[in-house]
């Protein structure tokens, strides 16, 4: 199904579950060669949510900022690959939204395990804001928080399960937006867990 959140903003229920025997296998890859790990923030905080990239720009965090880099900080080497399961599904995902031609080089892979939260932001690290971002929720449901673009506009919330994919492009590209504490469950193929990958043109 087709639901349009706002506008620009269009969420997919379910459109990833056909992928899922292939983006699983995949995922336990890129994790065998880099590894979730909490990152720090500009000022110093320890994230709850772990992550780890594949592609060729990862985003990272540490005390000089937030930036995107072609290597992992922690082996030194480039991320894995975009596998083609992935850059297949958020293409079918972005068109499918009516962005035609979108060509991730990033994809940031963020694990939520119980508590885990995202406090309020907006995405603008990346250079070109008229591309869209595609995120795919696995695992464990969330509560999202979509906001506006103002910090003290109100959010709206949504529950995003196992499969959903949202596409933010267009006016949604700077909304506020965040994700409020994991509540502990289990989730048949996932565990304990929710992972969102959020697929990116960075560079
Ligand atoms: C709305 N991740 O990694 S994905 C992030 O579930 C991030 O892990 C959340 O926010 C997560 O930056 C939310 C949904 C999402 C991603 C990017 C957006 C929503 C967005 C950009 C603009 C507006
Ligand atoms: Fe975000």
Redesign the pocket.
């Known amino acids: 199904s087709r639901e349009a959140i706002a506008e620009g ?1 269009v969420l997919l229920r379910g459109f990833a579950r056909p992928f899922e025997d292939d983006l699983i296998p995949a995922l336990r890859e890129i994790v065998a060669q880099a590894p979730f790990r909490h990152m720090t923030t500009p000022g110093g905080h320890q994230m709850s ?1 772990a992550m780890t990239n594949c592609g060729g720009s990862g985003w990272v965090t540490d005390r000089s900022g937030y930036r995107y880099d072609g290597l992992d900080p922690q082996s030194g080497k480039p991320w894995p690959a975009m596998p083609p399961s992935f850059r297949t599904l958020a293409e079918e995902a972005a068109a499918e939204a009516g962005f035609n031609g979108f060509a991730p080089d990033a994809c ?1 892979i ?1 694990r ?1 395990q119980p508590g885990a939260r ?1 406090s309020l ?3 603008r690290d990346e250079n070109d804001f008229g591309a869209p ?1 595609v ?1 795919v ?1 696995l695992g464990l449901p ?1 509560i ?1 928080l ?1 906001g506006g673009l103002a910090r003290s506009d109100k959010t709206r919330r949504y529950r ?1 399960e196992h499969g959903d994919i ?1 596409v ?1 492009g267009g006016p ?4 506020f ?3 409020a504490p994991l509540a502990d469950s289990e989730h048949a193929l996932m565990g304990r867990q929710r992972i ?1 990958l ?1 697929f990116r043109r960075a560079r």
Do not use: E, K, P
Not at 172 to 175: I, K, S
């Open positions: 903003a949510v940031l963020n939520y995202m932001h907006q995405d971002i995120s929720s969330a999202f979509f995003l949202v933010w949604a590209r700077l909304a937006h965040g994700v969102n959020t």
